[in-house]
């Protein structure tokens, strides 16, 4: 009676989300890829826009008899690549992560030692999905703001240094750039929740090779479509969640040429009204119920 009686006063101690948030902690200790990869992607970006500074005063002749218009978007473009950089980067690691999340403690045999924890599957799975769905996105909006920031500043400084300062300092709306990012970064995470729910699933399921069971797969009905129909609905499918999020989230993308640049246009109505977006919650919620269920069914790889 007195062992039951401590158990159930440690049980009621334990408020019911520290077992998530454990869950949580553990996968940003033992995955430290998560936040390395996108700090050495931002090393790299600001390697090259230091570099980039050091030859800008050559171009200088060109840059003065270029419109203002267009002066304004080269100051602009340094910027984007390094965004696109870093996202590029953690939405690779965002992939092999999903992929090898449920795998890697069947395979190394971990998994023995945290079912013996006071720890869910279900917990365990959503602090897994938390990562590429609530963690990354963080991350990632952190890195390039501070990316970009420290670009501002190499800016000033590259100015102050070299003249004519106004051809090496322009109007920069870092503000208005972090809005587009963050509302850009939601929507785009919102839209790829069921691919990220297929991985694990596939992490969850594969006793070999799970980035071939995940890949492979819808790569064979594609081809096998076209060859027998000689149609693509599939590979428009596939193709329509990977990309259509920010078709939907925005009137306009970015859009440069050597003249201008137009900044997008949010459209927020269109992309929470679309079914598209409620279709693939749905399927992302039971995707994350079967990878829950295996967890609690499979055995170590």
Not at 169 to 188: D, E, F, K, M, S
Request: charge should be positive; hydrophobic fraction near 55%.
């Amino acid at each position: 009676m007195s062992t039951q009686a401590d158990n159930h006063a440690s049980s009621a101690g334990v408020a019911p989300t520290q077992p998530y948030l454990w869950s949580l902690r553990r996968e940003m200790w033992e995955s430290r890829s998560l936040w390395i990869a996108p700090l050495a992607a931002a090393g790299f970006v600001l390697f090259g826009f230091a570099i980039s500074l050091a030859r800008r005063p050559h171009l200088a002749g060109r840059i003065s008899q270029m419109p203002a218009s267009a002066r304004d978007a080269m100051h602009l473009i340094p910027y984007g690549i390094a965004m696109a950089a870093i996202l590029v980067t953690v939405a690779v690691v965002s992939v092999f992560y999903c992929v090898g999340a449920l795998y890697n403690e069947r395979r190394d045999r971990s998994i023995l030692f945290w079912k013996s924890m006071p720890v869910s599957d279900a917990t365990t799975v959503l602090a897994k999905a938390s990562v590429p769905l609530l963690v990354l996105p963080l991350i990632v909006f952190c890195v390039i703001c501070a990316t970009q920031l420290v670009m501002l500043l190499l800016s000033s400084a590259a100015a102050l240094a070299t003249p004519p300062g106004e051809l090496l300092w322009g109007p920069v709306p870092l503000l208005r750039i972090w809005a587009l990012l963050a509302y850009g970064l939601v929507t785009l995470t919102l839209w790829l929740a069921p691919i990220y729910g297929w991985l694990l699933v596939i992490s969850a399921w594969a006793r070999r090779g799970p980035f071939l069971w995940a890949v492979l797969p819808p790569f064979a009905i594609a081809v096998v479509e076209k060859l027998a129909f000689d149609t693509s609905y599939f590979a428009d499918f596939v193709k329509y969640r990977i990309h259509g999020g920010l078709e939907q989230a925005f009137v306009s993308l970015p859009h440069h040429d050597h003249n201008s640049f137009e900044w997008p246009v949010p459209d927020p109505a269109k992309y929470f009204s679309t079914p598209g977006l409620w279709a693939g919650l749905l399927a992302a919620a039971a995707l994350l119920a079967v990878a829950i269920w295996l967890r609690r069914r499979r055995e170590p790889a």
